[in-house]
Every structure is written in C-alpha cells, then in structure tokens.
T-cell receptor, first 114, second 116 residues
Framework: DAMVIQNPRYQVTQFGKPVTLSCSQTLNHNVMYWYQQKSSQAPKLLFHYYDKDFNNEADTPDNFQSRRPNTSFCFLDIRSPGLGDAAMYLC?????????????FGPGTRLTVL | AQSVTQLGSHVSVSEGALVLLRCNYSSSVPPYLFWYVQYPNQGLQLLLKYTSAATLVKGINDFEAEFKKSETSFHLTKPSAHMSDAAEYFCAVTPPGGGSQGNLIFGKGTKLSVKP
C-alpha cells in the first residue's frame, strides 16, 4: 500500500545530543510537511517542501533543520534538543500545495529528551 | 487571520448515540474546512473536507458535516457512535482561492470517548 512511513516510531535522546528523524513516502507527492505535536495540543507546522523548495514557518526555532534529498525522503534534524522539544513529530504529504488538497500523515515519531 | 474554534475539549457519548463535535471558523470569506481524526499514537487521517461544492459533506465511517455560512460552522456528526470512534478529532481551515496547505490551521482538538 502507498503510504507515509516514519522511522523510528520512538526516539530517545539526551539533552543537547543531535537527533535525526526520518520520513519516506511511496505516494510520489510533491509536498512534504513536518509538524510538531505536544501532548493534548494541535499539530504545529514547522516547515514544508514543495519539491525542493523549502518553506520555513516564521516561528520555527533555528534548532530545527530539514533536508529533502529526493521526492521520497525528508529528514528532520534537531541540532541541540532541549527538554521542551519532547513531542510527537508528524510527517505528512500532499499531492500539490493547494488549499483544497488532502494531507496524508505518517504514524509519527515520539521524541523523548532526557 | 483565519482561526478555528472547537467547542469542548472532551466529549463523551454512549455507544449507539449521536455524535456531535462542534467547529466554528472566523473568516470574512468562507474558507475551506477539514475534519481529521487521530487515533492514539497514530498520525492524522482525513475524515472529510468542504471545498465550496455541496454544503453537506459525507466522509468515511458514516461521518458527515454541514457547512453553514450564516453560523460560520462546520460541525461533525455521526448518527450512531461505535466504540472504535474513540479518538481525537481536529477541525482545520485553509484560506480559499490560491492558498497553500502550508496555511492549514488546526483547532485544538476534541477528544471523543464512547461508553459501552
């Protein structure tokens, strides 16, 4: 089945130790998104790519970076995780970047920072 | 700026009862509206969306929602709740015409519990 895959599902890191989260998709969609979702809150968009065009949200901390080496893969790098970065990180895709498009979400990676 | 309000952070219904989850938007121009569902420890899944065609929108798992411009609402309903409907539901909005999915704004979510 075509889908959005996130690895790992659970990630534990230490305060200040860089961590990379991975997302891949078999939908061949043009757009990929990274969201941060803290407990009992709505997902918050960090950034998104249309193909290789990168769009950073204004309030996304500099500590968060992203790479999209090809259509299928997108990575979220957290350079120096703090305790406040513990959250669920959701990757999503959409065919295009129109207001009417549907986003398809992966299962998420739950990040714990010790 | 667009925003969406979900009334009730937690709704509890009995199995077989009507489900009603409320969503109101604030926008001078009717936006596009979405309902997503999130099961525990999973990503979000689209239930249905309104994109300015029919005002009554039918989605998966017998959910439906009606766009009411006069009330700036897009409430989600299901005639008969099932135990498997227990999840968190998010209403979301994007600006009409030429906007981006990067402008998708989520409400705070409503957690639905279903009692046997």
């Amino acid at each position: 089945d075509a889908m959005v895959i996130q690895n790992p599902r659970y990630q534990v890191t230490q305060f200040g130790k860089p961590v990379t989260l991975s997302c891949s998709q078999t939908l061949n969609h043009n757009v990929m998104y990274w969201y941060q979702q803290k407990s009992s809150q709505a997902p918050k968009l960090l950034f998104h790519y249309y193909d290789k065009d990168f769009n950073n949200e204004a309030d996304t901390p500099d500590n968060f970076q992203s790479r999209r080496p090809n259509t299928s893969f997108c990575f979220l790098d957290i350079r120096s995780p703090g305790l406040g970065d513990a959250a669920m990180y959701l990757c999503a895709t959409s065919r295009e970047d129109r207001s009417t498009d549907t986003q398809y979400f992966g299962p998420g990676t739950r990040l714990t920072v010790l | 700026a667009q925003s969406v309000t979900q009334l009730g952070s937690h709704v509890s219904v009995s199995e077989g009862a009507l489900v009603l989850l409320r969503c109101n938007y604030s926008s001078s121009v009717p936006p596009y509206l979405f309902w997503y569902v999130q099961y525990p420890n999973q990503g979000l899944q689209l239930l249905l969306k309104y994109t300015s065609a029919a005002t009554l929108v039918k989605g998966i798992n017998d959910f439906e929602a009606e766009f009411k411009k006069s009330e700036t609402s897009f409430h989600l309903t299901k005639p008969s709740a099932h135990m498997s409907d227990a999840a968190e539901y998010f209403c979301a909005v994007t600006p009409p015409g030429g906007g981006s999915q990067g402008n998708l704004i989520f409400g705070k979510g409503t957690k639905l519990s279903v009692k046997p």
